[in-house]
C-alpha cells in the first residue's frame, strides 16, 4: 500500500477541492492497482451560488470531452473541477487554451496530493452475513483523521442534497452512480474506472460485515451485470446517486431492494 496522505489531508477533507481525471495520460501507480492511479494537476473553475449553473458548465465541457464533474465546497459555492496533468505547465496551457475558446473565465490549478491506495488482492469466497444498521440519517462531520476512507465518506456526504446528473445531456443512463463515486475519489486523489462493472473490477474485495468508511458497495443482478454502486459511510448506510437528475441522498444495506440485489463491496484506499 503506497504511502498515506499525510501533511496535506485536511485540504482535502475541508475544501473538497482535490483533482479529477481529465484528458491527459492517466499513470498508473503499481502493477497490483490496475486501474487505479493517483491525480496529476488539476484545473477548477467557477464559484457559483446556484448547482445549475455548475451542471451547465461540466455538461459544456463534457461536450468538449473534458470529463469535467461539480461539486460544493465548504463554504456553499459550487465548482468545476477536470484534468490529469502531469506538469503544472501542461495544466497552464490547458486552462489558458479553453480560456482563449471563451469555455472558461479565470481557472485556478490544483496541486497533486500523495494518496494512499491499496495493491488488488485476489478475491476471497465467503458468505456475507447481513450488517446491523441504524436509519439512513446524516452524521455530523468527523474531524479528519487521516483515513482516507474516512475522508471519502465525509466527501460523499458533501454531496447528499445535490441534484446530479453526470455530464449533463451526454452519457447514458446508469452513468450518474459510478460518475458519482468517481467524483469523490478524484476529490480524495484518486482515479478509479469509469463504470460500475469496471470499478468492481479492482480494489480488494470486502465482506458485507467488514465494510469501512469509504468502501463502494456495487448492486445488481450478478457480478456480470453491476448496475448501480455507492459509498459506503458508515452504520450500514450508503450515499449514491439513484437515478439521472435525482438528488444524491443516503440510504440503508438493509431496505429490501438493496438486499436482494447486493452483489459486493471493493476497498481502494
Not at 482535490?18 to 484528458?23: I, K, M, N, S
Not at 491499496?118 to 465467503?126: A, V
Not at 447481513?130 to 456526504?157: F, L, N, Q, W, Y
Amino acid at each position: 500500500m503506497m504511502t498515506r496522505l499525510c501533511s496535506v489531508v485536511w485540504i482535502v477533507y475541508f475544501t473538497l477541492m482535490l483533482a479529477t481525471t481529465g484528458c491527459a495520460a492517466q499513470r498508473k501507480v503499481t502493477a497490483g492497482a490496475a486501474g487505479i492511479s493517483r491525480l496529476g494537476y488539476s484545473i477548477q473553475v467557477g464559484a457559483f451560488k446556484e448547482v445549475g449553473n455548475a451542471e451547465r458548465l461540466a455538461a459544456k465541457l463534457q461536450v468538449k470531452g473534458i470529463d469535467a464533474f461539480y461539486f460544493k465546497k465548504e463554504d456553499g459555492v459550487y465548482a468545476v473541477r477536470f484534468g490529469d496533468f502531469p506538469s503544472r505547465e501542461e495544466a497552464k496551457r490547458a486552462g489558458k487554451k479553453l480560456v482563449a475558446e471563451k469555455l472558461v473565465g479565470a481557472f485556478f490549478i490544483a496541486e497533486p496530493r500523495p494518496a494512499s491506495i491499496r495493491k488488488t488482492k485476489e478475491p476471497e469466497l465467503r458468505q456475507l452475513p447481513p450488517a446491523t444498521v441504524h436509519a439512513p440519517t446524516i452524521p455530523k462531520p468527523r474531524a479528519a483523521s487521516g483515513d482516507m476512507g474516512e475522508i471519502a465518506a465525509r466527501t460523499a456526504e458533501r454531496f447528499v442534497g445535490i441534484p446530479y446528473r453526470w455530464g449533463g445531456d451526454t452519457v447514458v443512463d446508469g452513468m450518474d452512480c459510478s460518475g458519482f463515486v468517481r467524483a469523490v475519489y478524484n476529490l480524495c486523489g484518486v482515479n478509479i474506472p469509469r463504470t460500475s462493472r469496471d470499478q468492481y473490477k479492482v480494489g480488494d474485495q470486502v465482506g458485507r460485515d467488514d465494510l469501512k468508511d469509504g468502501d463502494l458497495v456495487f448492486f445488481g443482478e450478478s457480478e456480470e451485470k453491476i448496475n448501480h454502486v455507492g459509498i459506503y459511510v458508515g452504520n450500514g448506510r450508503f450515499v449514491h446517486a439513484p437515478r439521472r437528475g435525482d438528488d444524491i441522498k443516503v440510504s440503508a444495506l438493509d431496505e429490501n431492494y438493496f438486499t436482494s440485489r447486493f452483489v459486493g463491496a471493493k476497498r481502494y484506499f
